[in-house]
């Protein structure tokens, strides 16, 4: 069966530092992979979707980059954090031409 | 893309059947509609999904009119764990591979 992992689960991060989150899947290969991010009492924005190793396409204009190094491995990044960027970091995956999306545990993300 | 509207916020009582309509006045003529749930903390799950008329499963009902213009998320007899917030998302051909999260509709079910 298919599974997803993200690491960390919490986090906590003076504004100006960077950050690295990772997402991994397992027991699927090719997967569409995704980045959401949900702030307090709102709904999920898509930040970056990936359809392949090193495609990575942009949703929102912001301070934070994506990378897929791996078929199964995709990577939230910043260089310096601002306390806009708190929030709930969803990664999902679906299957190519797929319609449905998995997601994982998420990481919270707090900037002080 | 489609745009959606749903309530904001309703609440329930165990054991009673909620309706929640989301609006979608210009779908494309090949979207699906989908629903998912997602509890606190939590990443959202797939609930059901349909084009038109009904879908049944075992978690919920989704009833399509022939305009398809709106959709209404059926969730028989609530339990205090259906607390959740529920999304509609139109998708297809149009936004492949991209769910448009809304506000969603935030469901209290109170003893």
């Known amino acids: 069966s298919q599974t997803i992992h993200q690491w960390p689960a919490t986090l906590v991060q003076p504004v100006g530092s960077p950050l690295s989150l990772e997402c991994t899947v397992e027991?699927?290969?090719?997967?569409?992979l995704y980045w959401y991010r949900q702030a307090a009492g709102r709904g999920l924005q898509l930040l970056f979707y990936?359809?392949?190793?090193?495609?990575i396409s942009s949703e929102v204009p912001q301070n934070l980059s994506a990378s897929r190094p791996q078929d199964r491995q995709f990577i939230l990044s910043s260089k310096k954090l601002l306390l806009s960027d708190s929030g709930f970091y969803l990664c999902?995956?679906?299957?190519?031409?797929?319609?449905?999306?998995?997601f994982g545990p998420g990481t919270r993300l707090t900037v002080t | 893309l489609a745009k959606t509207t749903q309530p904001i916020s309703m609440d329930s009582y165990e054991g009673q059947e909620v309706n929640i309509t989301c609006s979608h006045n210009?779908?494309?003529?090949?979207?699906?509609i989908t629903w998912y749930q997602q509890f606190p903390s939590q990443g959202p799950r797939f609930i059901i999904q349909?084009?038109?008329t009904k879908v049944t499963n075992e978690v919920a009902s989704l009833f399509i009119p022939a305009d398809r213009k709106s959709s209404t998320l059926s969730l028989p007899r609530v339990s205090l764990s259906d607390t959740a917030v529920y999304y509609c998302?139109?998708?297809?051909?149009?936004?492949?591979?991209?769910?448009?999260f809304g506000q969603g509709t935030t469901l209290q079910v109170k003893p």
């Open positions: 999902a995956w679906s299957v190519q031409q797929g319609w449905e999306q998995y």
């Open positions: 027991g699927t290969s090719n997967p569409n």
């Open positions: 990936s359809v392949g190793i090193g495609q």
């Open positions: 210009n779908i494309a003529t090949n979207d699906y």
């Open positions: 349909g084009y038109k």
């Open positions: 998302l139109p998708h297809g051909s149009s936004n492949t591979g991209k769910l448009i």
